[in-house]
Antibody
């Protein structure tokens, strides 16, 4: 079964750090662009970052540039999001998503992991 | 930066046709993807490349894209179609994915 499973969410104080992980299974992870997408409580979807198959290209939404780092380990079929200098506005459910090879649409999503930034 | 504009809500009676729009500057020149999200669940891709359906998505879901508006059309609406719907494009000028604000579809 094709699957993405996120982990690493939790409660963190403003200014703190957190590392999210996304474990992929059921497909050749190294063949796909991957993304992180977040959703603040009661709000819409916001794309956060993506990474090319070999990690050579990475893109970020402006609001997280310099604070978040996306990475991957193809040997471990895993995607990561290192989040530093966290702010209250980073509070959200974070989803990892696979980009379809042909269209780049996000055809597989994880169930999400909640990140709460609060003192 | 590129902005996608969706109506906050659309209401439709069962069996009727729902149309959800996604406005953007010359969006017709971009490929638009659509997602369905039910409460407490992850989004699901329902339309990609403007009008293609992934396997498992009913034929009642269709899409179009021209000029400054892309449209997701749901025919013969069912109660189970009640959800939030999001459009998405890649903004090549800023190298980022953009989502519309989302539309809540209510089945009356």
């Amino acid at each position: 079964e094709v699957q993405l499973v996120e982990s690493g969410g939790g409660l963190v104080q403003p200014g703190g750090s957190l590392r999210l992980s996304c474990a992929a299974s059921g497909f050749t992870f190294s063949s796909y662009w991957m993304s992180w997408v977040r959703q603040a409580p009661g709000k819409g979807l916001e794309w956060v970052a993506n990474i090319k198959q070999d990690g050579s290209e990475k893109y970020y939404v402006d609001s997280v540039k310099g604070r978040f780092t996306i990475s991957r380990d193809n040997a471990k079929n895993s995607l990561y999001l290192q989040m530093n200098s966290l702010r209250a506005e980073d509070t959200a459910v974070y989803y990892c998503a696979r980009a379809q090879i042909t269209s780049d649409a996000f055809d597989i999503w994880g169930q999400g992991t909640m990140v709460t930034v609060s003192s | 930066s590129y902005v996608l504009t969706q109506p906050p809500s659309v209401s439709v009676a069962p069996g009727k046709t729902a149309r959800i729009t996604c406005g953007g500057n010359n969006i017709g020149s971009k490929s638009v993807h659509w997602y369905q999200q039910k409460p407490g669940q992850a989004p699901v891709l329902v339309i990609y490349y403007d009008s293609d359906r992934p396997s498992g998505i009913p034929e009642r879901f269709s899409g179009s894209n021209s000029g400054n508006t892309a449209t997701l059309t749901i025919s013969r609406v069912e109660a189970g179609d009640e959800a939030d719907y999001y459009c998405q494009v890649w903004d090549s000028s800023s190298d980022r994915w953009v989502f519309g604000g989302g539309t809540k579809l209510t089945v009356l």
